[in-house]
């Protein structure tokens, strides 16, 4: 795969927001997008090319309730599939075939060709296909980052960047698959940490101070000794 990150520097501002599913993180997204930032998501590529692989209208793999609805014909992943995935992303994928797969809901299309095919073909492949279409003096916000490469990587390739982890505590057993798990609050300074244990505005106005103040410990002292 060609390094789509080659003189790829941003000089926009970019937000990155992680959490659970369910933590709130497109409620903060929403903020910065009324603010004029514009939204970027690591699966968008992904989206797309599974929408067309599929011969599916493009909301089956954008909606959440449509990602989450049960096929009584399962999709089908098998070499045949592979091939033909290949000639939509121009990128040969075929050797990454490991096994015949039916999914019976979007989701487990996504996540699967997601993580255990692009993602062992190139680490970085969604991070490339998001950063390459980047404006360099446009501001971002991405709330979908999944994997500490991809977070790397936009910390790199945008100098003003600024990130938020959301803690939802009574919100953990959601979904463990890797690509839900890879990211936790650990791997973030106490600063860029929102606890939602509240209301929605509690979680905005939250999210609202530390754009103010730069930074925010809310309700981290029963995590930290």
């Excluded at 603010?35 to 968008?44: E, F, L, P, T």
């Excluded at 505590?169 to 929102?194: E, G, R």
Aim: with cysteine; net charge negative.
């Amino acid at each position: 795969m060609k390094d789509h990150l080659q003189n790829k520097i941003n000089s926009g501002q970019m937000w990155a927001i992680s959490g659970r599913k369910g933590s709130g993180k497109w409620e903060l997204a929403k903020i910065l997008i009324d603010q004029g930032s514009v939204r970027i998501s690591m699966a968008d590529f992904l989206k797309k090319s599974i929408a067309k692989l599929y011969e599916i209208d493009e909301i089956w793999t954008t909606d959440q309730s449509k990602k989450e609805e049960i096929w009584t014909t399962p999709l089908v992943w098998n070499k045949e599939i592979a091939k033909k995935y290949s000639d939509i992303i121009e990128e040969n994928i075929v050797d990454y075939h490991q096994t015949d797969k039916k999914f019976t809901t979007i989701r487990d299309a996504l996540q699967f060709i997601g993580s255990d095919v692009l993602k062992s073909y190139d680490n970085l492949f969604h991070v490339k296909k998001t950063c390459q279409n980047l404006s360099p003096n446009e501001n971002y916000v991405c709330d979908d980052i999944r994997f500490p490469e991809e977070r790397d990587v936009l910390k790199q390739y945008n100098p003003d960047y600024h990130e938020t982890f959301i803690i939802k505590p009574d919100n953990w057993a959601i979904s463990n698959h890797i690509s839900k798990i890879s990211i936790d609050w650990t791997q973030f300074d106490h600063n860029d940490i929102i606890v939602n244990d509240s209301s929605l505005e509690q979680l905005k106005n939250k999210f609202e101070t530390k754009l103010k103040k730069g930074n925010i410990y809310y309700g981290m002292e029963n995590y930290y000794d």
